[in-house]
């Protein structure tokens, strides 16, 4: 996986009108979850807030990244876990990160790359993507960036499932019935199918 760096500062003042002032600023509030439990037992977060310019970098990407986290001089490594968008402006509101290690498996969408040219196509029929991210559990360090999938025996009105799929070290947490990608029928593949017959 790649990695990229964010600066945080510790936010002293939380809630919704503190919030509105850090966005004013050019920050986004973020929450960390980590190691440390409370005291029900759940992971407890520790609020910092991060530039929006540093953030831009690993939202908006086809890129999954382990981000290496500087929240006043402490460092650590993170995933982001969940982004909350305002709904009109699609402008960032909040950030979720996921403290990481190199034993911890943790579970992460990774982009589908689809390789090869599918036996469909040559008969005439057009290659859809139906996913484009598969879920995988495993410590960061074993994650790659794309998950390659070959598409070269794939026939006309066949398709591709998460279960026919398997990849070293990854366990593959998105559901075994859902449809990577198929050749789907077009009109051309129907005409050379019938001139065949």
Do not use: W
């Not at 980590?34 to 908006?60: C, H, T, W």
């Not at 490594?77 to 979720?96: C, N, S, V, Y």
């Amino acid at each position: 996986m790649r990695e990229i760096a964010i600066n945080g500062k510790k936010r002293e003042a939380t809630g919704k009108k503190a919030s509105k002032l850090q966005r004013k600023e050019g920050l986004v509030p973020c929450n960390l979850y980590g190691e440390v439990k409370g005291q029900n037992g759940q992971p407890e977060a520790l609020a910092f807030s991060a530039p929006m310019s540093e953030l831009r970098k690993a939202i908006y990407s086809p890129h999954v990244f382990v981000v290496n986290l500087n929240i006043d001089g402490k460092e650590c490594k993170a995933i982001i876990k969940e982004l909350q968008f305002h709904p009109t402006t699609d402008a960032l509101l909040h950030a979720d990160f996921y403290e990481v290690n190199e034993t911890k498996a943790i579970t992460v969408g990774i982009p589908v790359k689809l390789n090869g040219l599918a036996q469909g196509v040559r008969e005439g029929g057009k290659l859809s993507l139906s996913i484009r991210k598969i879920n995988v559990t495993a410590p960061y360090k074993q994650i790659p960036e794309v998950l390659n999938v070959d598409v070269t025996n794939l026939g006309l009105g066949k398709a591709i499932k998460v279960g026919e799929l398997s990849f070293e070290g990854l366990e593959l947490a998105t559901p075994a019935q859902v449809v990577v990608c198929s050749v789907k029928e077009t009109r051309a593949s129907k005409a050379a199918a019938a001139t065949a017959e």
